[in-house]
């Protein structure tokens, strides 16, 4: 893969003929997952403290037991009971 500008080329047929529609399709997809992956990072950022905060403050509780949930699933069952939920 060579980056292969149209004004380079002697004419836009050339430009065609070498296949460069291609490497701009590819070119622009690669952009396209830098920029979602970029969106995903800034989501994960953003939410990733929610997420932790809910598992400390809601899940553990109830895998020890704490809310009415039967009897408290010590340490080892609390991490059971975090995977299986």
Known sequence: LHFYPI??????????????PYELII????LGVACYM?????LIFR?????ATTVVF???PIGQGSFSDGV??????????????
Do not use: Q
Request: aromatic residues 20%.
């Open 72 to 85: 408290p699933l010590r340490i080892s069952g609390t991490f059971n009971f975090m995977v299986v939920f």
């Open 27 to 30: 070119l622009h997809f690669l």
């Open 38 to 42: 970029g969106r995903e990072w800034e």
């Open 58 to 60: 809601l899940i553990y």
């Open 47 to 51: 939410l990733a403290l929610v997420a």
């Open 7 to 20: 004004w380079e080329a002697v004419s836009v047929d050339e430009w065609l003929y070498n296949g460069d």
